[in-house]
């Protein structure tokens, strides 16, 4: 059940730092907005659209902000725009494989962001199929420890369908079945444990483990991507070694 996801560690650790920036604000409107346009706009009878606003909450974004973007996209308030899911692939540097999720109202726009970031950075842009076949999609559930074993995760979350169960330092990470998602956090919740997001994410099938110096470019290309308004989420196969963790993390 158990194993260690050191590019995770770095991911989460990243995605923290990100939030309590703000610069994630924008983003995280847009995946309620578009939650409430795909399934209607009662949270309840709307996982997606529960998780989207939980995660919002939980990176402080104001609650008047989180509700315009709800009524928006369930069509109870104008000004909605016609955003679009689109995947991107691509290998980074040492061949890394990098999937790269765009929701957008211009595609051209989000084509050419995510092709200038990937050229700049030592990346190149792959055919479509050529490096998602190495990602599988799966539900994560993200928790801070306070205080939890894994044992007492694991004994919340195993009969809901839980496949792994990841120790990040100061946080765990519960892999499962897309399907299997609301069951998961639902789990967590009826055991009285607080999670900090629960969403579809692509978990990599096969890692390339990287050097300081690699995982330094990949990282500067990740923060590159991230940096479009029209990029939602980037996964990559990167593996990094505990040691270059630790010096990545005195950088």
């Not at 402080?60 to 996209?73: F, L, M, Q, T």
């Not at 765990?172 to 607080?194: H, S």
């Amino acid at each position: 059940m158990s194993g260690h996801s050191k590019w995770a560690t770095t991911k989460h650790k990243k995605a923290v730092i990100d939030a309590r920036r703000g610069k994630n604000f924008a983003k995280l409107i847009k995946n309620v907005e578009v939650a409430a346009r795909v399934g209607g706009g009662d949270p309840a009878g709307n996982p997606t659209l529960y998780d989207a606003i939980q995660k919002a909450k939980k990176s402080s974004v104001p609650n008047d902000n989180i509700e315009r973007a709800r009524k928006r996209g369930a069509g109870e308030e104008a000004g909605g725009a016609d955003y679009q899911n689109i995947t991107y692939e691509g290998y980074g540097p040492n061949g890394v494989a990098v999937l790269i999720e765009c929701l957008t109202d211009n595609r051209n726009r989000a084509a050419g962001e995510v092709r200038v970031a990937m050229t700049r950075n030592g990346g190149n842009m792959a055919d479509p199929g050529s490096v998602a076949y190495l990602f599988s999609r799966k539900g994560l559930v993200t928790l801070e420890k306070n205080g939890l074993t894994e044992d007492d995760v694991l004994t919340a979350v195993l009969e809901a369908g839980a496949e792994e169960i990841n120790d990040l330092d100061d946080s765990f990470e519960i892999i499962c079945e897309p399907t299997d998602l609301v069951a998961v956090r639902t789990a967590l919740q009826d055991a009285g444990i607080d999670y900090e997001s629960a969403e579809a994410s692509f978990q990599p099938s096969v890692s390339v483990p990287v050097d300081l110096e690699g995982a330094r470019k990949v990282l500067k290309l990740v923060d590159a991507l991230e940096d479009s308004d029209d990029v939602q989420d980037v996964f990559t196969n990167m593996d990094i070694p505990d040691d270059v963790a630790a010096k990545l993390d005195e950088e």
